[in-house]
């Protein structure tokens, strides 16, 4: 017996400079460097400043501490960002991309302009879920409750195959709604202030913790009206009880495999991702690292800064899971929900 511990032993001290190795050469490779993360929207909206907050901490977990900045690549809702990234960008852990969660779907949806295959992507993890998603109008628009919306049209501005405008095609599909999309914004921001000024009623895809954050006044002063909950389950704040809800308003099976389709990439409404093809060893310390920063104490409470949700960490393996799960819909149901990102 004391023969056999020993000869573990000497195995386990054999096999340990080749782990240090390891480790060490990821820490050799990203000492003095600089990781990107490639954002597809523009400056000062959520994506943007989520990224820069994990900028700021991510380095300090990442083997060989680099530096951490971001790019931002607005265009066609995250499209162009993420054909440039799985296309041009070095497969060697130094650049990482940010994008609609739609992305996780794409391919499925028939996306036009897509380069890409989500399911060949070196997933990182998300750093936050959609909360609520809402489609909001203005006060004085034609239509301001869900009844009234299937019957009149409300205007809504849009940046393209993402949450606010695949979630106002959803709503004119299964719930009978008339929403006109404006496509092109190339932003949130940009859209809010096409809101404040009149050229657009309202926008789909918003989330409720943050128009309570961000434009409260927007609320105490009724300046907009929430006309349907774009969600699996309602949001708790009081404020929103008799706003129905999406997945109540669902009318077979099949409307709800849709809503679980589309609504369910907001569980990774923040996620990063890498290129394909990056070395095992650097994606692994990149989705380690990753996972620690998320109970960096400094971190949290920057997040919770910009937002009600703080963080909700999903892994790589979460996200894998989903895609596995909605790539083998049947065909009917992918069909249907593939019309709302056409537009």
């Known amino acids: 017996m004391i023969g056999v511990l020993w000869r573990m032993f000497a195995v386990l001290l054999a096999c340990a400079p080749g782990l240090a190795s390891r480790a060490d050469e990821v820490s050799d490779f990203y000492h ?10 523009s400056t000062g909206g959520g994506y943007d400043l989520q990224a820069r907050v994990l900028a700021k901490y991510w380095p300090k977990y990442i083997p060989g501490n680099p530096v951490v900045i971001v790019q931002n690549m607005p265009g066609a809702a995250s499209v162009v960002a993420a054909n440039s990234v799985n296309n041009t960008a070095p497969r060697d852990g ?14 499925l949806m028939k996306v036009k302009g897509i380069q890409f295959d989500p399911r060949q992507f070196g997933w990182i993890g998300s750093l ?31 940046l393209g195959p993402d949450a606010t405008s695949t979630y106002a095609l959803l709503a004119n599909d299964l719930f009978g709604t008339k929403f006109k999309l404006i496509l092109g914004y190339k932003g949130g921001q940009e859209i809010h202030l096409a809101v404040q000024r009149g050229e657009v009623h309202g926008r ?15 609320i105490s002063e009724q300046f907009i009206k929430v006309i349907v909950q ?28 849709i809503l679980e389709l589309v609504l369910g990439t907001g569980r990774f409404q923040r996620a990063f991702s890498a290129p394909g093809g990056v070395p095992p060893a650097r994606l692994a310390a990149l989705r380690d690292s990753f996972k620690a920063t998320m109970s960096d104490p400094g971190f949290v409470a920057d997040m919770n800064k910009l937002s009600a949700n703080g963080v909700t960490y999903a892994g790589a393996a979460d996200i894998e899971a989903y895609m596995r799960n909605v ?12 019309k709302y990102f056409s537009e």
């Open 327 to 338: 790539y083998a819909f049947p065909p009917a149901v992918v069909e249907r929900a593939s």
């Open 204 to 218: 789909a895809g918003y989330d409720w913790p943050s128009l309570v954050r961000e434009y409260p006044q927007w």
């Open 128 to 158: 936050a879920a959609r909360p609520t998603g809402v489609i909001f109008v203005r006060s004085d628009s034609p239509a301001t409750t869900l009844e009234a919306a299937r019957e009149k049209e409300d205007i809504l501005g849009a």
């Open 32 to 41: 003095g460097k600089t990781v990107t993360i490639v954002v597809g929207y």
């Open 230 to 257: 774009m969600a699996l389950e309602p949001d708790p704040d009081p404020a929103m009880k008799d706003v129905p809800v999406a997945i109540n308003l669902a009318r077979n099976d099949e409307d709800k495999k």
């Open 94 to 107: 130094t650049v990482v991309g940010m994008y609609s969660d739609a992305n996780v779907i794409a391919p």
